[in-house]
Nanobody, 115 residues
Framework: QVQLVESGGGLVQPGGSLRLSCAASGSIFRINVMGWYRQAPGKERELVAVITSGGSTDYADSAKGRFTISRDNAKTTVYLQMNSLKPEDTAVYSC?????????WGQGTQVTVSS
C-alpha cells in the first residue's frame, strides 16, 4: 500500500505562486510514476504534470512554462511549483502515484486563484 498526503493549496491572486507537496509513504519502492491531476468544478479531471522514477517529466500544455514538477532525493516527496497562476487554474489538485499493479491517489488540495 502507498499513502499520499498533499499540502500547500490555498487562495492566491492571479499572477501569484504556490507550491504543492505530496508526501508518499508505505510501499514506495513500487512506484514508477508520480504526478498531479486537477479537477475544476463541472470539468473532467486532467493531468497537470508527471515525473517518472528516472526523473523524466511531462506537462499538460496549460502547465508548460509555468509549472515545475520535482521530487526530493529520497523520491518520497513530489512538488509542484506553480507560477503565474491564472483563475482558470482553480481546481482541486490531487497527487497520483502509479505502481505496476495499481494506482494511488491523495485526498486532494484546493487551489483557488482569485483577486
Amino acid at each position: 500500500q502507498v499513502q499520499l498526503v498533499e499540502s500547500g493549496g490555498g487562495l492566491v491572486q492571479p499572477g501569484g505562486s504556490l507550491r504543492l507537496s505530496c508526501a508518499a509513504s508505505g510501499s514506495i519502492f513500487r512506484i514508477n510514476v508520480m504526478g498531479w491531476y486537477r479537477q475544476a468544478p463541472g470539468k473532467e479531471r486532467e493531468l497537470v504534470a508527471v515525473i517518472t522514477s528516472g526523473g523524466s517529466t511531462d506537462y499538460a500544455d496549460s502547465a508548460k512554462g509555468r509549472f515545475t514538477i520535482s521530487r526530493d532525493n529520497a523520491k518520497t516527496t513530489v512538488y509542484l511549483q506553480m507560477n503565474s497562476l491564472k483563475p482558470e487554474d482553480t481546481a482541486v489538485y490531487s497527487c497520483y502515484a502509479a505502481a505496476p499493479t495499481r494506482s494511488y491517489w491523495g485526498q486532494g488540495t484546493q487551489v483557488t486563484v482569485s483577486s
